[in-house]
């Protein structure tokens, strides 16, 4: 019996690193390690832009992993090779565009915050990225708003204000990081990239915010993958422990029954 050809697709913020930090040198290694000896492919898969997923995964992150998926998948790397990319601004028109950068940066004007920083709206290839203090926060201030925003839920009532104008857009507004929302057409989601994905047998996706509105859900959820909740990086570690342990009992029985 030929073993079953898995993929294993991880998300990167709070997955593979602490939001926007670099990935540990122990967990890099352990995921090249463990993909060879256990032979299978991985996948990386972030709602950021491809510049920020070299700075947290390094520069040759295209060289080190088989699929390289930023923005959801809208700009995709197969073994080391570009796929072509569609633009948001196509599907959504000018006009339309213009209304949701006017709406964001009104509804951010009358926001006070603790503070707020630079670059509240960041337009990439395949969604708009806002973020009501300012993308210009440091680690710091980060983390500082991260916090504020889990007791007065800024965001989520920004995502509620931005359905409520924009129903008809086909737009999907995701909490993703820590101080952002991804505005993407509706599909373009992180399911977009398993388009890309060569066939296999399964794919496990890893990812920590699978929750209802958290930028991992739809790929959790979807029947494409098998889907692993994870806390933080050292919990991504245990669940792949975890996986190949019971791939390792599964070969084992197939083994035993085949003796018979
Ligand atoms: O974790 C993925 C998210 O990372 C960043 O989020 P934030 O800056 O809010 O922490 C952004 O690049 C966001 O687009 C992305 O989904």
Known sequence: MSEEKIVCLFDVDGTLTKPRQKIEPQMEQFLLETAKREKFDIGIVSGSDIAKVKEQLGDDVISKYKYVFAENGLIAYVDEK????ESILTVLGDDAHQELTNFC???????????????????????????????????????????????HHIREKFVQALKKEFPDLGLTFAIGGQISIDVFPNGWDKTYCLRHIDECDKIHFFGDRCY???????????????????????????????LL?????????????QCR
Do not use: W
């Open 82 to 85: 570009q796929l072509p990319s």
């Open 105 to 151: 940066l009104k509804y951010i004007s009358e926001l006070t915050l603790p503070f707020k920083r630079g670059t509240f709206i960041e337009l990439r290839t395949g969604m708009v990225n806002v973020s009501p203090v300012g993308r210009n926060c440091t680690t710091a201030e980060r983390d500082q708003f991260a916090e504020y925003d889990k007791e």
């Open 212 to 242: 209802e509105g958290g930028n991992d859900y739809q790929i959790y959820q979807s029947d494409l993958t098998v889907g692993h909740r994870v806390n933080d990086p050292a919990d991504t570690i245990d669940e792949i422990k975890v």
């Open 245 to 257: 342990e019971v791939r390792k009992e599964m070969r084992n029985r197939d083994g035993a029954l």
